[in-house]
């Protein structure tokens, strides 16, 4: 029988690993989103999350591997399932691997229900019970010690009930979505909620326990102004969450936005132009750093110490592992994702290799690309003796004369070993990262 020290030099080993789930339901559609995502009725959402909790149970191989830092429902709207349908998956997940700070949960009383054809009771265990108080449990997650475990709600699908369920359930995080509010814009973007109904929502969560809350807005909105704008981001900061996300409105492919607003679209004149988004992007980091929120990523704001661990991880080339419908992965230096056709999905949950498309071995030229443009997204930018550890070459062999043009057009900048997108080059970034990709892979 193995002691504890050697369980933990075994945890030790493994891999830190985040875990993405993809709750494809809304309620309604919103008129920009291109996300995977539809309305449902009860039994397809039934259907779904027995398939998602077989999926991940088909991971279990990889359990030895891997621990998992963190935990992110996205969507979609996670929130339209049940408490139950979400305790199921998350303790699914808890059952396949390691979880950062939940290793051996406490065992709770078993609950009887039920007969089984031997006439003795079956025992079905109840969810585990969190004794500390949100304080501690805060104080844990931002440590380190225990996984940061998010879901996205929207503020026309939950109650007080809910978030208090969440939060027995071991959430730790909530993401919500504003994105204005301006009432007039809520309505353009096809939100089922109003500014208020947010506030509700917000208070709700706090109530719960939840002190690690993050709300989104855009910018960028057809006909959004300056003042639109402050009184989105005054709204939410009156309110004080931990961390603000702030994405400026792009126009997707079949989505009502681009029949509208598309150059073709009746309502093209309504968009911004280059340089009133970008005043509305100056106009937030100003506004939200007077606030006492910190920008260290192009679009992500937060109190210090707050920053989401979940996203970061991406950024900093942390494997991950999406679980259900479209879900994106990157695992053991391969990307792919699930399948989007449902019925698919349904019938081959159980195989992994039947419902991955797309698996594509990064080479070194690739990964060097994506430590570059996703590393640069961070405000800190990237270590250069990071690179040299991964790739085996220092930076200059490969980036040379990128690093010298960009930083003589200072776009980007040097610091303590550090790389940088300046304030300038934030403005470009698009730009700038497409710098990185390289035409012709330079070897020694």
């Known amino acids: 029988m193995r002691n504890s020290s050697e369980k933990r030099m075994e945890t030790e080993k493994r891999r830190p690993l985040g875990v993405y ?3 494809p339901f809304c309620v309604k559609k919103c008129d920009y989103c291109d996300f995977l995502s539809f309305p449902s009725d009860e039994t ?4 779904y ?3 998602l909790c077989t999926e991940i149970r088909a991971n279990r191989e990889n359990g030895a591997e891997y621990e998992v830092c963190t935990v992110y429902f996205g969507g979609g709207t996670p ?3 049940t408490t139950e349908q979400l305790g199921r998956i998350l303790q699914t997940i808890r059952d396949t691997f390691s979880v950062k700070g939940l290793e051996a949960p406490a065992k709770a009383e078993p609950k009887e229900k039920g ?5 003795r009771k079956k025992e079905e265990p109840e969810p585990p019970k969190y004794e500390e108080t949100p304080g501690e449990r805060l104080t844990k997650v931002l440590a380190g010690e225990l996984a940061e475990i998010t879901i996205e709600v929207n503020p026309g699908t939950v109650t007080a009930e809910d978030f208090k369920g969440l939060y027995e359930l071991g959430f730790n995080r909530i993401s919500m979505g504003l994105q204005s509010a301006d009432e007039k814009e809520l309505s353009n973007l096809g939100r089922i909620h109003t500014a208020k109904e947010f506030e509700n929502a917000f208070l709700a969560a706090r109530a719960a326990g939840f002190l690690n809350i993050s709300g989104d807005l855009m910018s960028g909105l057809p006909g959004q102004t300056a003042d639109t704008l402050t009184k989105s981001i005054r709204f939410l900061t009156g309110l004080s969450p931990e961390h603000i996300s702030v994405y400026s409105l792009q126009l997707e492919e079949n989505t009502k936005f681009m029949e509208r607003y598309g150059e073709n679209g009746p309502e093209h004149a309504a968009l911004l132009s ?8 100056e106009l937030t980091g100003k506004l939200l750093e007077e606030a006492g929120y910190e920008r260290y990523e192009i679009s992500n704001y937060a109190k210090k110490g707050f920053e989401s661990r979940h996203n970061s991880s991406y950024w900093t080339g942390t494997e991950y592992l999406g679980c259900g419908l479209g879900a994106s992965s990157l695992m053991s230096n391969a990307r792919f994702h699930n399948t989007g056709d449902m019925e698919a999905y349904l019938t081959n949950a159980a195989d992994p290799g039947l419902i991955r498309e797309d698996i594509d071995r990064l080479v070194e030229k690739e990964r060097m690309e994506e430590f570059m443009f996703l590393g640069l997204r961070l405000c800190r930018g990237i270590r250069k003796e990071e690179f040299r550890q991964r790739f085996g070459r220092e930076i200059e062999t490969v980036y040379g004369a990128v690093l010298k043009k960009l930083t003589a057009q200072e776009l980007i900048a040097e610091c303590d070993g550090r790389i940088f997108l300046t304030n300038r080059g934030i403005d ?3 730009v700038v990262l497409a710098e990185f990709l390289l035409d012709e892979f330079v070897r020694r």
Do not use: K, P, Q
């Open 79 to 81: 929130s339209v399932l």
């Open 274 to 281: 280059e340089e009133e988004d970008r005043a509305l992007y």
């Open 428 to 430: 470009v970034s698009n």
């Open 21 to 23: 789930v993809h709750i």
């Open 44 to 47: 397809t959402r039934e259907r």
């Open 115 to 119: 007969f089984s054809l031997f006439g």
């Open 49 to 51: 999350v027995e398939a």
